[in-house]
């Protein structure tokens, strides 16, 4: 192949204006960025290396080498791992195949304002571009013979072309150093001690040796330490902390750390972090998480989805199992007793840390909380095993209280006369606390549970009940608030007045008859007019909003039951209107009522038009 010149796609030239042009301090993060990849590659040969021996040269070692050339301001980064043919030069490196068009433009607004976070985006290869005017990256693929050369000054262009690399097998990089100012104070990369103390800094735990050429001998500077087989009382916050930003590519520390090691029927060291804050990219639907994997010391795995459930996906770390072969692959894990043993045991210790959590700083956990609490809900519908634990862990918003609460402290205030937990369902907060629905319980001092997450329908519908305690929504039929007497004599009233209101009644079914199941007086409300109650079988309007925002619409929607407050003055009025009047504020009251609920209405057009008509009669009848 001839030499070739080609373009770097939009995408990546937006990108390389952001690094280039960043004012960033810490631009010495390009070093851990390439440190990071030559140990991955040099992790992935070892890998492929236990299926196919043939592909490690005779007597390899694997090494990371530094060198800085003061005179030609250059420093190389050289790895001898598995290195890269063309195909993956230009894939890798040449275009940002992973993220969507979507998550490009956020990564990009994230990386105005933090630069530092160019690794968690997957392009931390681009970092060079922060210290470097020209970047030559020579490349070999192990078990093959091409070397491809690849080079780029960022302008928008690189160049690539076949050229055997003399080393054989692993990666070149080249940094062709800018020249900076003295008030930049940016640090001399070609200097050894410079080196030296970055790598102490940020690569300190990398397994592999990186070595730079001492007065005399070969210098190794990072001290290589498998934190996870250290015995976790001699590991320090110090150590965690850097490990942990390693790992979660995070800048913050971590919330909570947990390391041990399990010993007996099975044998695995493993850290887990809980991270203090949401990653940009969590909530991304191709977001991989899961745990590292390595086996006897041997790297097998990054984003192992097997040791991990997913309502937890927010924690990182790894497993080290000496009980499970070399020769596996993901599809042999899937079925690994053993690797769903260990999922089993990690998922128990991460529970245990955030009950320790909650009880210990209730402060933390509300944080973590808001980060995570949605995820973590999910297992309440997901982990069967695991309920009752998660059901402690669950925080609410609450309609008496600005702090959440757990349901135990709920329970812990309830009045006597009050028999179930209360909630109610919604898209926000303050829709919720202004809904009609509650004001009875308002008038009972009974507090309701808000619940405003898109899982949280399929949360209540698996946390059927708390310490014998059954959840009632309070937007359902069966809502059952009175004592027996009370019951008693509101039945009275009730009948009572269905017999006034029963011509009134009948007419409002007729008019609602395609939109309502039925029209019934009810003693649920006190000041508004009319709502809207579901069967309590059946789903709940926010459960068939959420449904059609993801494209599942009901064929049906389900017909709920109209409900009037007959001690609402307009009742009086209406039951003495004619017929076609009734129909028309019938028809107005029932939009009324889906948007109290936060529901749309089917024609705001026409709805609009009813109330301003009603309000030219007013006035005119104020005339009279
Ligand atoms: P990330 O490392 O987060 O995937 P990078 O932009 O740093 O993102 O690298 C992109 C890809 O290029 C890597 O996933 C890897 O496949 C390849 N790559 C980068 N550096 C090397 C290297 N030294 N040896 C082999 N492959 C590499």
Redesign the pocket.
């Known amino acids: 192949m001839a030499k070739q010149v080609q373009s770097f796609n939009a995408e990546i030239k937006q990108l390389l204006d952001i690094v280039i042009h960043s004012l960033y301090s810490h631009k010495e993060i390009f070093l851990r960025?390439?440190v990071?990849?030559?140990s991955?590659?040099i992790d992935?040969l070892k890998f492929q290396s236990l299926t196919h021996a043939s592909l490690l040269p005779a007597n390899w070692e694997p090494t990371i080498r530094l060198e800085g050339n003061t005179q030609d301001k250059t420093l190389k980064?050289i790895?001898n791992?598995?290195?890269?043919d063309q195909e993956?030069v230009v894939q890798?490196?040449g275009t940002i195949a992973r993220s969507g068009a979507k998550a490009f433009a956020q990564m990009n607004e994230e990386m105005k304002n933090k630069p530092e976070l160019i690794?968690q985006?997957?392009?931390?290869?681009?970092s060079a571009f922060m210290v470097a005017d020209k970047v030559t990256l020579h490349?070999q693929k192990a078990g093959t013979n091409e070397g491809v050369l690849w080079e780029s000054t960022g302008d928008g262009t690189y160049s690539i072309d076949n050229v055997p690399r003399p080393f054989g097998n692993?990666?070149t990089?080249t940094l062709h150093l800018k020249t900076f100012q003295e008030e930049d104070e940016v640090q001399d990369f070609t200097d050894p001690w410079v080196l030296k103390s970055l790598v102490k800094k940020y690569s300190d735990f990398v397994a592999h040796p990186i070595k730079m050429k001492g007065e005399k001998d070969d210098e190794v500077l990072n001290s290589q330490k498998a934190l996870w087989l250290k015995n976790p009382s001699d590991v320090t916050a110090e150590e965690h902390k850097e490990f942990y930003q390693h790992i979660a590519q995070d800048f913050n520390e971590p919330l909570k750390t947990i390391h041990y090691k399990a010993e007996g029927t099975m044998e695995f060291s493993s850290i887990l972090y809980l991270p203090a804050k949401k990653p940009w990219n969590f909530n991304m639907r191709d977001t991989e998480y899961g745990l590292s994997l390595y086996i006897k010391r041997v790297f097998i795995m990054a984003d192992c989805k097997d040791l991990l459930p997913s309502y937890l996906r927010f924690v990182k770390g790894l497993v080290d199992s000496s009980d499970l072969s070399l020769n596996v692959s993901r599809e042999i894990l899937q079925q690994d007793r053993q690797v769903s043993l260990i999922r089993k045991n990690v998922t128990t210790k991460i529970l245990a840390a955030l009950k320790d959590l909650i009880s210990k700083d209730r402060t933390a956990y509300e944080n973590f909380w808001s980060e995570f609490g949605a995820t973590l809900k999910e297992g309440i519908p997901g982990d069967a095993a695991n309920k009752e634990k998660l059901k402690d862990l669950a925080l609410f918003h609450s309609t008496t209280s600005d702090k959440m609460t757990t349901l135990e402290e709920y329970i812990a205030r309830m009045p006597e006369a009050q028999k179930e937990i209360y909630y109610i369902t919604g898209d926000t907060i303050s829709q919720v606390s202004n809904s009609p629905y509650l004001e009875k319980l308002k008038e009972k001092n009974y507090e309701v549970l808000m619940l405003v997450d898109p899982v949280d329908e399929w949360v209540v519908n698996a946390l059927t009940e708390y310490k014998g305690k059954k959840l009632q929504s309070i937007t359902k039929e069966g809502l059952n608030l009175d004592s027996e007497e009370e019951k008693k004599k509101k039945e009275e009233e009730l009948k009572t007045a269905s017999e006034t209101y029963a011509p009134l009644l009948t007419q409002m079914k007729k008019t609602l008859e395609a939109q309502v199941k039925d029209v019934v007086l009810s003693d649920r409300l006190t000041q508004t007019p009319v709502c809207l109650v579901s069967s309590a079988q059946d789903p709940s309007a926010h459960m068939q909003r959420l449904m059609a925002q993801m494209g599942q619409e009901y064929n049906m929607p389900t017909k709920r039951v109209m409900e009037i407050n007959p001690k609402h003055p307009l009742f009086a009025k209406m039951l003495k209107a004619a017929p076609e009047q009734q129909s028309k504020w019938s028809e107005i009251l029932y939009a009324q009522a889906l948007l109290n609920e936060g529901s749309s209405i089917p024609d705001p057009v026409k709805f609009s038009q009813q109330v301003a008509e009603l309000m030219v009669q007013a006035a005119d009848s104020g005339k009279h």
């Open positions: 960025e390439l990071s990849n030559a991955d590659a992935k980064i790895d791992g598995i290195g890269m993956e890798f490196i690794g985006f997957g392009v931390g290869f681009y490349t692993g990666t990089i």
